[in-house]
Antibody, heavy 116, light 106 residues
Framework: EVKLVESGGDSVQPGGSLRLSCGASGFSLTFYAVTWVRQAPGKGLEWVSH????????YYADSVRGRFTISRDTAKNSVYLDMSNLRAEDSAVYFCARTTPNLDHWGQGTRVTVSS | EIVLTQSPATLSLSPGQRATLSCRASQSVGSYLAWFQQKPGQAPRLLIY???NRATGIPARFSGSGSGTDFTLTISSLEPEDSAVYYC????????FGQGTKVEIK
């Protein structure tokens, strides 16, 4: 069964940092691009970042560029989203999605809350 | 940035009725348009990709059409389990999502 699992979400103060992880089972993440999408409470979906299979193509939404960094570790079959200088408006459930280039499988999400 | 506008915001229909959801792009996205279904507390599920292709395991009552700037998701005969929010998404230039259409089953 194809499965993605996000972890690392937490409650942090404004200006803080977090690392989100996206792991996979049932397939090798090595062969797929990955896209992070977030959803603020009661709101719609917002694309955050994307990384290609070889990490040579990386994109960020304007709202997070310069504060978030996406990376991948082939050996650990994982993709990461390092988030720094977090703001209240970054509070959301963060999903990772296998990208084929369609977002064909999603994890259940990990919640990030930024509040003082 | 390509903006996707979905209509209507809410659709309230009875089981067995036909649902027609619209998605309009601010500029052409070719056929690079997908539709997702999201139920409360769940991740989005891919229904349709490249405008008209059903994803694996998606029932035949779901169909997509359109190209360029105007797209439609049709649910031919609503089932109670189709109650959800439906999002369109383009991948022509980066990725953007519409604001969603909530489908309620009476």
């Amino acid at each position: 069964e194809v499965k993605l699992v996000e972890s690392g979400g937490d409650s942090v103060q404004p200006g803080g940092s977090l690392r989100l992880s996206c792991g996979a089972s049932g397939f090798s993440l090595t062969f797929y691009a990955v896209t992070w999408v977030r959803q603020a409470p009661g709101k719609g979906l917002e694309w955050v970042s994307h990384i290609s299979t070889s990490s040579d193509t990386i994109y960020y939404a304007d709202s997070v560029r310069g504060r978030f960094t996406i990376s991948r570790d082939t050996a650990k079959n994982s993709v990461y989203l390092d988030m720094s200088n977090l703001r209240a408006e970054d509070s959301a459930v963060y999903f990772c999605a296998r990208t084929t280039p369609n977002l064909d499988h999603w994890g259940q999400g990990t919640r990030v809350t930024v509040s003082s | 940035e390509i903006v996707l506008t979905q209509s209507p915001a809410t659709l309230s229909l009875s089981p067995g009725q036909r649902a027609t959801l619209s998605c309009r792009a601010s500029q052409s996205v070719g056929s690079y348009l997908a539709w997702f279904q999201q139920k409360p507390g769940q991740a989005p599920r891919l229904l349709i990709y490249d405008a008209s292709n059903r994803a694996t395991g998606i029932p035949a009552r779901f169909s997509g059409s359109g190209s360029g700037t105007d797209f439609t998701l049709t649910i031919s005969s609503l089932e109670p389990e189709d109650s959800a929010v439906y999002y369109c998404q383009q991948r022509s230039t980066f990725w953007t999502f519409g604001q969603g259409t909530k489908v309620e089953i009476k």
